[in-house]
């Protein structure tokens, strides 16, 4: 019985350790979303658009980057927006699976 208690008192232990976590990595989501609304504006507003098209008209603007992608590369944005939406429900489903675990019990 005491290794029983332990395990489950183990569990809890880690339980607690996470929740600073989780509730960091809800903050980092929380950002990551406004600035993705921003990439998003740009993207969809013109903005995008235009600076494409000057750069293809000869526009001398430096398109260098730390090692990512230009935002100017195509499909550099519209891909980080898919991947962004494919994570977000990704962590949809996996709450509503969670928070629905007993709704089967209740329809019968």
């Not at 350790?17 to 979303?33: C, G, Y």
């Not at 658009?49 to 000057?54: P, V």
């Not at 007993?102 to 329809?107: A, L, P, R």
Request: aromatic share 10%; net charge negative.
């Amino acid at each position: 019985m005491q290794q029983r208690l332990d395990e489950i008192q183990a569990l809890y232990r880690e339980w607690l350790a996470l929740q600073p976590k989780l509730e960091q990595a809800r903050t980092h989501w929380q950002h990551s979303v406004a600035i993705m609304q921003k990439l998003e504006t740009f993207y969809t507003n013109g903005e995008y658009g235009q600076l494409n098209d000057a750069v293809d008209a000869g526009a001398d603007l430096d398109l260098t980057t730390q090692g990512e992608y230009s935002v100017l590369s195509e499909d550099a944005l519209w891909d980080a927006l898919g991947e962004q939406d494919q994570q977000l429900w990704a962590l949809l489903r996996f709450a509503v699976k969670h928070l629905d675990r007993f709704s089967d019990n209740d329809k019968n």
